[in-house]
């Protein structure tokens, strides 16, 4: 698989790094936790998706701030920015027709607010194991209590050479994955982002809410949520299949997060 990695400035300064492969429509890929444009080329979680995107479309993608190649040292990782960096990327790949969107996890509120302001632009949506709330917005104080602590354990324990408290991150990701699926995931948090980054980035995603703007969204949507995810809850897509108007919804069977190449 050959890529193109570029740069461009998010309109706060932000440098984002992205990237462009294969051809045929052109699919943006919202950006989501946790990637690196080189590093997922390789990997045995998120491999086998950039060459299925890349062998059937013009594939472009991005890391989000604070993340991967993107730029590490950033203060600002509000909602709106995420808007923003993806409308900078757009803007840097000189998209010039309607383009399919897709939205991974976090990923699935940026492309619903995007798709919303700019429905010209947007043919088709693809949302998969996405959420139209945070996590301190989706009545679930329990749920909530969890991501608190798994905020507080990244922060300090992030970048030890054990992968012991890494893997407590990685295994409600893909707790059917492999030994080595697991041991990879482990690198990339390392490879990918800091203790702190992480720590903020995952408090970035509690207050997210953007069920007021699912009626807006007039592209032809398709959301897919695996059955068990221990990340995102069915349910989560459920609002948004509920919200969208004619969404089509497929439940997969699924404990992960990540739908892996088996």
């Known amino acids: 698989m050959k890529q193109r990695v570029r740069y461009t400035h998010s309109k706060d300064g932000t440098a984002l790094a992205w990237a462009r492969s294969g051809g045929g429509p052109v699919m ?7 990637t690196h444009l080189e590093y997922d080329l390789e990997s045995p979680v998120w491999s086998h998706w950039m060459r ?35 409308e900078a990327v757009v803007a840097a790949a000189e998209i010039d027709q309607p383009m399919i969107l897709l939205g991974i996890s976090q990923g699935a509120a940026a492309v619903v607010t995007y798709a919303a302001r700019h429905p010209e632009r947007v043919s088709q949506i693809i949302l998969y194991g996405g ?25 300090v324990a992030w970048d030890q050479e054990n992968p012991v408290f890494r893997e407590l991150f990685t295994k409600r990701f893909i707790p059917a994955a492999s030994e ?5 995931f482990n690198m990339l948090c390392r490879k990918t982002l800091s203790s702190k980054m ?17 009626d807006q969204v007039k592209a032809p949507t398709l959301i897919l949520n695996c059955d068990r995810d221990e990340v995102v809850p069915l349910s989560q897509g459920k609002v948004l299949a509920g919200g969208i108007p004619n969404a089509e919804f497929v ?12």
């Open 28 to 34: 943006v890929k919202a950006s989501n936790w946790l």
């Open 52 to 86: 299925f995107f890349a062998d059937h479309f013009d594939f472009v993608r991005f890391d989000e701030r604070g993340c991967g190649l993107s730029e590490q040292q950033v203060e600002d990782l509000s909602f709106e920015r995420w808007i923003e960096d993806l």
């Open 131 to 155: 959420y139209a709330q945070g996590w301190k917005c989706r009545g679930d104080p329990q749920g909530a209590r969890l991501y608190d602590s798994i905020a507080d354990i990244i922060e």
């Open 180 to 184: 080595e699926q697991i041991s990879w």
């Open 198 to 214: 992480a720590s903020r980035l995952v408090d970035a995603r509690a207050d997210v809410d953007v069920t007021v703007l699912l």
């Open 251 to 262: 439940e997969l069977e699924s404990r992960n997060h990540i739908v892996l190449k088996h």
